[in-house]
């Protein structure tokens, strides 16, 4: 069974499925429970997984991926460098490589424009470089150039790069990134962002597209605000698939994540939504405290301190942010 979604043309020719399932399960490793969400997902009809190195579970999705038995030409799989690996990206994509041993990898993403020092561990780390500091994301971009050579990977891309960060780094590429991965949902809908990537012929992939799970932000809950219920309840959708049909409709990916069954076919189940719709979604930020993120609440301050995501300040990493981890307009 494979569903029936749109998909996106990268700037390298490379058609990536809009829908795909996100494998980070809240902690690094959670072996069991990742191998069957996946195998499940194949089985709804899903092609497009994305997993990191940092997430500790690659080995369980390329098991998904062989015993499902689907053709690997069928599969799109991302998975992504860690930061204490900016400065042996060779190494690292070998070890992700081998770890997923699916024959080649689809999408590679630098994960973060940070580089952690070597003992600071995978992503998690606070150990890190200053951005003037070796190795650069500069650097560590023309490293991952150079692995397109080999035909393990497919293409390169690039997340959690903001307007700031690109611009440093487009001029100095030979291979524009095909795809920068950030959260992204009406709270955040990156417009600006959204534009300029377009504008470079870098599609943006949203992760985080439903929120977070219900608790991590007590302030807000996508599934609960009005504007959203009103919209699903009137279509007689659900609340995700006004959400994710709103992402797809833009012309962005998304990576929602789930392990329940039910969830899985009715995320894959798109909508199409009227201009009146997308346009009432597209201004939901504005509302009062609405523009915001919901992934990163109180997780700077929990990590490195205040005004920090893994040791760079929200300035360093382009973020404009107010009041703590709200995102300003």
Not at 8 to 29: A, F, H, I
Not at 88 to 100: C, H, I, P, Q, W
Not at 262 to 278: C, F, G, P
């Amino acid at each position: 069974m494979t569903a029936n979604i749109p998909s996106l043309t990268l700037n390298n020719g490379t058609r990536m499925p809009s829908v795909g399932l996100g494998c980070w399960m809240g902690v690094p490793g959670e072996d069991e429970r990742v191998y069957h969400m996946c195998l499940n997902a194949i089985k709804t009809g899903y092609r497009h997984f994305d997993t990191a190195a940092g997430y500790g579970n690659e080995k369980q999705v390329g098991k998904a991926i062989r015993d499902s038995g689907i053709a690997r030409t069928e599969i799109f799989l991302t998975t992504k460098l860690p930061n204490s690996a900016h400065g042996k990206v060779r190494e690292a994509f070998e070890e992700s490589l081998n770890n997923l041993d699916c024959q080649y990898i689809d999408l590679y993403l630098m994960h973060w424009p940070q580089a952690g020092k070597p003992d600071s561990g995978e992503i998690w780390g606070n150990s890190t470089y200053r951005p003037h500091e070796s190795p650069t994301f500069v650097a560590t971009w023309k490293d991952m150039e150079k692995l397109l050579e080999g035909g393990k990977v497919k293409s390169i891309g690039v997340s959690n790069f903001s307007i700031k960060t690109l611009n440093v780094l487009l001029p100095q590429c030979t291979v524009v990134p095909v795809t920068n991965q950030v959260e992204m949902h009406p709270c955040l809908p990156q417009h600006e962002l959204k534009q300029y990537c377009e504008s470079k012929g870098i599609i943006l992939t949203a992760y985080s597209p439903l929120g977070q799970p219900s608790g991590t932000d007590q302030a807000i809950s996508l599934f609960n605000i009005d504007t959203i219920k009103a919209i699903a309840n009137k279509l007689n959708v659900d609340s995700a698939q006004v959400l994710l049909s709103w992402g797809v409709q833009r012309k962005t990916a998304v990576i929602p994540k789930t392990e329940n069954k039910a969830r899985m076919a009715s995320n894959m189940t798109l909508i199409e939504l009227s201009d009146e719709d997308m346009k009432t979604i597209d201004e939901l930020h504005l509302q009062p405290n609405m523009h915001r993120t919901l992934t990163f609440v109180g997780f700077g301050e929990r990590i490195v301190g205040e005004g920090n995501i893994f040791g760079w300040t929200y300035e360093e990493l382009g973020w404009n942010m107010i009041d703590g981890l709200v995102v300003s307009k």
